[in-house]
């Protein structure tokens, strides 16, 4: 044992490269999830000493995760409060009338975004609305999501707000006695790699990957679209106005016609006509919407006799034993029995119609049903209705969406002015939404990915432990000799390539702390200006798109989008090779 322990002590560098490399093949098999590798890493340093229980538990004062919790709950008031529901709903409308549009749109306005706030919130604030965007785009996920972590990362890059590993760097060079650097000093470099980054995503689009198996039966019964119905009452504000022009309070996306004169009118005729009091309007809905539009009170919806009593939303679901199996809904018994009504209809990977009076009932229809106490109990015993529950979706907290949007402004401006760090600003938010009921403490807690904070501890973790045991030195010091007798611009590709590989397998902020001195060490060597140098490694540590855990942006969307490892190094390699050169092409070339 001692004998060992002596090995491990000497060569703890060579060992700690030999754990990653370990992970690394383990990420790529997939037998097992990310955090599930990332953890058993991390514990493999510890157990070999490579990692002290100090330097383990510093990992958790990390600012990094707490931020990515707070954020997640900060997006969850955005969707609670329906904020996310607008936003979807009019890229939803805009994609379906001009689709390249409505993509341009979205990335294009996230890269200019993203050079002024932290990359990590706004992923995470446009993640829901690429889902509705593929949707409507009739696209798997998988080819949004990846692009717009890209796009986040890109954005980064145009000032040094952008992110925080340019901050880190810049804070180097301040504290070396170097001018230090401006807003928009990395702006013509970031550019150029923005650029490069772009056209690389439109070559690489093709080869962006659709569902698996698995994600297709992770997602097609995510979002419930149920069937309703809406009716329109007299003195209805919409009567007497086309559907196309009338303010109903959904999307025209979400319209699936108009039943008038006992017949449904969809297409063009149905948004050209003219609405009438008992008109109903045919449409599809998520939970959340139809109970919003069921507490606002201005339509009767769906089918059935209004309960008289106070009246509460129950989900059943049909049994597969029903008599009333491929006969329309409104001939179901109970609503010619009991005072119930039934608001809408939905069903696993198909959508029910063309109307909800008219849908035929098929085995494990779920339905959402509107009864009073006596009513509910008489439904819980029916035979041929299983699975009875409390209606899990609620309705939107609309009045509340301007508390959520100011809080989130908020942490966005207090953290690119500088008067706090995105953590604090967003932390303090957390207590806001919260104590002003934008969203419940369960569903706070609810909205935050745990999958995704393991992964980044864990890997905080792992980085911690090669710093600890020399590895990340071995690494760096192995480069010095070769930097030190090349030309300008050997010595800047060289930079940005080397953060660049090593911000893949480790925090791009642990690699700006660790190659910033030795940067700069290089340039009073060569001399060369330290300041290109520098960019160079802004660039290299935050433009990294060939692992997942390469940028948190990158770890958000694999575990959101069921990536598989090598999804990244197929689109992210091409990236990295075409955005490195083009940076180091400006730096060399364009440098004052």
């Not at 058993?40 to 990992?59: H, I, N, Q, S």
């Not at 990335?107 to 993640?127: A, H, K, W």
């Not at 009716?231 to 022009?245: K, R, T």
């Not at 139809?290 to 009170?297: D, P």
């Amino acid at each position: 044992m001692e004998f060992v322990a002596a090995f491990i002590a000497e060569q703890k560098a060579v060992i700690g490269l030999f754990v990653l490399a370990g992970m690394f093949a383990a990420f790529v098999w997939e037998r097992f999830s990310p955090s599930v590798v990332a953890v058993a890493g991390a514990g493999t340093m510890l157990a070999l000493g490579l990692l002290d229980e100090k330097g383990a538990y510093g990992v958790f004062s990390n600012s990094a995760p707490l931020t990515v919790g707070a954020m997640f709950i900060l997006s969850g008031a955005l969707i609670r409060t329906g904020v996310i529901d607008k936003v979807g709903n009019y890229v939803v409308d805009r994609a379906k009338r001009n689709p390249r549009l409505a993509v341009i749109e979205v990335f294009g306005g996230g890269l200019l975004v993203s050079g002024f706030i932290n990359s990590t919130p706004f992923v995470v604030v446009m993640m829901p609305v690429c889902f509705r965007l593929a949707e409507a785009l009739g696209v798997s996920p998988k080819k949004l999501l990846m692009p717009l972590s890209v796009i986040a990362v890109l954005g980064g890059c145009l000032t040094l707000i952008g992110t925080s590993t340019n901050l880190v760097v810049s804070g180097i060079a301040e504290q070396a006695g170097l001018e230090p650097f401006g807003l928009f000093d990395i702006t013509p470099y970031g550019l150029a790699v923005a650029a490069a980054g772009v056209v690389g995503l439109l070559i690489m689009a093709r080869f962006l990957p659709s569902d698996y198996p698995r994600i297709a039966e992770k997602t097609d019964g995510a979002e419930q679209l149920y069937l309703t119905e809406l009716g329109l009452a007299e003195g209805d504000p919409a009567i007497d106005m086309s559907l196309d022009a009338a303010s109903l309070g959904i999307a025209p996306s979400q319209i699936v016609g108009v039943i008038a004169g006992g017949r449904l009118i969809t297409g063009a005729d149905a948004q050209n006509h003219r609405l009438a009091a008992g008109n109903r309007i045919v449409a599809r809905l998520d939970g959340a919407a139809l109970m919003t539009i069921r507490s606002e009170g201005r339509f009767a919806i769906g089918i059935g006799e209004i309960p008289d009593a106070e009246s509460t939303v129950v989900e059943v679901t049909v049994s597969p034993s029903h008599r009333s199996i491929d006969r329309p809904l409104a001939e179901i018994p109970f609503l010619q029995r009991q005072r119930v009504r039934i608001l809408g209809v939905t069903r696993f990977r198909h959508l029910p119609g063309p109307t909800l009076s008219e849908s035929r009932i098929r085995a494990a229809d779920r339905l959402l049903v509107e009864a009073d106490d006596a009513n509910v109990a008489l439904l819980r015993d029916n035979p041929n209705l299983i699975g009875l529950a409390m209606a899990s979706v609620t309705a939107f907290r609309r009045r509340r969406a301007w508390i959520a949007i100011l809080v989130m402004a908020s942490a966005v401006l207090l953290s690119a002015t500088g008067v706090m760090s995105i953590g604090i600003a967003a932390f303090i938010g957390v207590g806001i939404v919260l104590l002003t009921r934008c969203i419940d403490a369960s569903e706070a807690w609810g909205s935050i990915d745990g999958d995704v904070l393991i992964l980044i501890f864990a890997m905080l973790a792992v980085g911690a432990a090669l710093e600890q045991a020399g590895s990340v030195a071995l690494m760096v010091g192995a480069l010095e000799p070769v930097l030190t007798d090349a030309p300008q611009w050997a010595v800047i590709a060289i930079v940005y390539f080397s953060a660049l590989l090593l911000s893949e397998l480790l925090s791009n902020n642990a690699v700006a702390a660790l190659m910033g001195p030795l940067v700069i060490g290089i340039a009073e060597a060569t001399g060369v200006a330290p300041q290109p140098l520098l960019i160079a490694l802004m660039l290299g540590a935050s433009a990294c798109f060939a692992t997942p855990v390469g940028y948190q942006t990158n770890t958000l969307v694999y575990a959101a989008g069921d990536y598989r490892f090598m999804d990244f190094v197929r689109i992210g390699v091409p990236l990295n090779i075409m955005t490195g050169i083009a940076g180091c092409a400006a730096l060399a070339f364009w440098t004052p």
